[in-house]
């Protein structure tokens, strides 16, 4: 009986909740409508803030409230894990206050939201260099910032997953081989623009291993009149890949590698 009553009692919360809520939705009194979004947002009631707060933020445009709606309805979406419409408003209102009190806040959350939105490595990537501009931007202009390392830390975790689709690539024109042309060449080509481009990345290794079969694999089906030279390249390939990477779990293949080239080469 008593377990009845408390959700009784809840359920008319709820209802009461629910109805102050739409009174106020109704409501031409603009600062009931600017207290109330506050409270619905300190109370993590983030669809009932941004929906009051896209009403006011018109109403109340050039003024210091207007810019604290405009801040607020970025950051009501971005709570409430809807990253696309966040960073929308949370651009608009650097854009409207670039020395805004919440400009700070705007641009690092915008760079932020894009990052937790940014997809897996195989699907398109223009999330995520949207993410890596927009925290860019916010380290550019926020050098100081005390989330600049979180910014920073963000923008590798990207590059990387940049790099790790460019790898997938390289790999699968190496599976290809010499299916319908030579993609080795391509294999090389893709995964040596990828380490121009973030010579940095977690998966430089990876690469540059691939790079090493790649050559390897190319000269062995090459012509006659083809093989001494690509054969110098795997030697090329194989003394870059142990001077990065001494100690290598796969040392022990591209020594072979290079032995078998260095037979070819020097008849040993």
């Not at 009174?23 to 009194?29: A, E, G, M, N």
């Not at 409508?33 to 896209?54: G, M, R, S, V």
């Not at 210091?64 to 696309?84: A, M, P, Q, T």
């Amino acid at each position: 009986m008593k377990h009845r009553f408390l959700i009784i009692l809840s359920l008319l919360a709820i209802l009461s909740g629910c109805g102050e809520y739409n009174k106020v939705l109704k409501s031409y009194d603009y600062n009931l409508k600017y207290d109330y979004a506050k409270k619905a947002f300190e109370n993590k009631k983030y669809t009932q803030a941004y929906t009051i707060l896209a009403d006011l933020v018109p109403i109340f445009k050039g003024t210091e409230k207007g810019e604290e709606c405009l801040y607020l309805l970025g950051l009501s979406y971005y709570e409430n894990h809807d990253y696309l419409n966040s960073g929308s408003y949370f651009r608009q209102y650097y854009t409207q206050y670039p020395r805004g009190r919440y400009a700070e806040l705007a641009r690092f959350y915008a760079g932020y939201g894009y990052y937790l939105d940014s997809p897996e490595p195989q699907l398109d990537q223009s999330e995520t260099l949207r993410a890596i501009e927009e925290l860019q931007a916010f380290i550019d202009y926020f050098p100081k910032s005390d989330k600049v390392a979180i910014a920073q830390n963000a923008i590798f975790e990207l590059q990387d997953k940049l790099v790790l689709k460019e790898l997938e690539n390289a790999q699968l024109y190496f599976n290809l081989g010499g299916y319908l042309g030579n993609n080795y060449e391509s294999a090389v080509i893709t995964a040596k623009n990828a380490i121009k481009d973030y010579p940095y990345t977690k998966y430089k290794e990876k690469l540059e291993f691939l790079i090493l079969k790649s050559r390897f694999k190319e000269a062995q089906m090459s012509v006659d009149e083809k093989k001494e030279e690509r054969f110098r390249t795997v030697v090329d390939e194989y003394y870059a890949f142990i001077n990065d990477f001494p100690n290598s779990e796969n040392r022990k293949e591209a020594d072979n590698m290079f032995k078998v080239a260095d037979k070819f080469l020097n008849g040993k």
